[in-house]
């Protein structure tokens, strides 16, 4: 919804500076046509990279802009004209309404063509290709216009002026779309890495941490002890799993769900050690969403929530269920509160979080209510 309100702001600013530029030219006297025609293709940008569309599709939508918006200007105004005869009053309102109609159309495209969804990879000069590609185009559409139907006929050295004027700007825009691009790319590597940084620095602190650690030994402790050799190899095991499973996801920001619930389930296996009677974790997952992908460590940093912060008693046993619908999957527990609230930072969340809005602009749902806590993760199609 945020987002929504931002893109409209963009939209509505730019409807109101195309028609403050159509009534200063036309009290000026002076031509309008590659103003506006400039500023709609900075219009189309803005929304497309904020919407993070590639190349390729920035292009058609450069072009679909400047056609149907030369279409649609024209329409509007003969509508407005029929009902308003001041002329400057008729082309400001018609441009007004025609921006905003076309700004939500490109807009809406962008919503309904996730396949052109940019994934930050650096950008080549394929896709610049197309953009420059686009505004040749847009230039023989707007030459053809000026020749057939403007006055500019009157003018002298009109192709001249109009490749001074228009496509010299184009070529800016060009050279500020790769930059914006290159920007894009390195800010979102950026982000990756401060990710994957801090994702290793939340794992380490809460896997290798005095309190893990002692739990840990402790148990294995007292399985050794008690003589139960198979629990206790059973128990190294694990252990080890799960640090084998952190060392080989180091470097991967999100991993397939299948690999993430054998991480989790390492972990629970090693906590029903530790609690015998009392924890209960179920699971109804979908097969055909094993292969989507979550943010690495995700599920089992819930788990450990849930178990941090609930108490569990074997007449009172703490539920778990991880639910998978084809689109998200949400881990969800009963409330016991223990006597002695835990302590929470809540950055476990906040990176889980912040890693999915990074992703793929989707954020977790969180659900709590005095007798029931849930998290809703997207499921990611990466």
Partial sequence: MKRFVTNTTIILS???GHALMVYLCHLGGIANEMLLTLLTMIMVMVLCFRRKMNLLFMAAALILANVFGLLMGFRVAALIGKAISDQIAVYTLSTFLSTILLGYIILGLTYISPSFIDKGEKPDDKGLGW??????IILCIRMIVILLFSEAL??????????VDYAVSCMAVVFLAGYAREADARAIHANEEADLAQSQYTNLKQQVNPHF???SLNTLDCLVAERQDNEARSYIRKLSGMYRYMLQN????????????GYADMYVELMKVRFPEGLNVEKDIREDDMSKKVVT???????????KHNSIMADNPLSIRIISDGSKVTVENNVIPKLTPVTSTGLGLKYIQQSYMDRSEKDIIIKNTPGNYSVTLPLLNL
């Fill in 14 to 16: 730019f409807a109101a």
């Fill in 131 to 136: 953009l420059l590609a686009s505004f040749v």
């Fill in 154 to 163: 009157n003018k002298d050295n009109i192709v001249l002026n109009v490749i």
């Fill in 213 to 215: 650690l002692f739990n």
């Fill in 250 to 261: 180091e470097r991967e920001a999100v991993v397939p769900l299948r690999e993430e619930l």
């Fill in 297 to 307: 460590y995700s599920i089992q940093m819930l788990l450990e929530n849930a178990i």
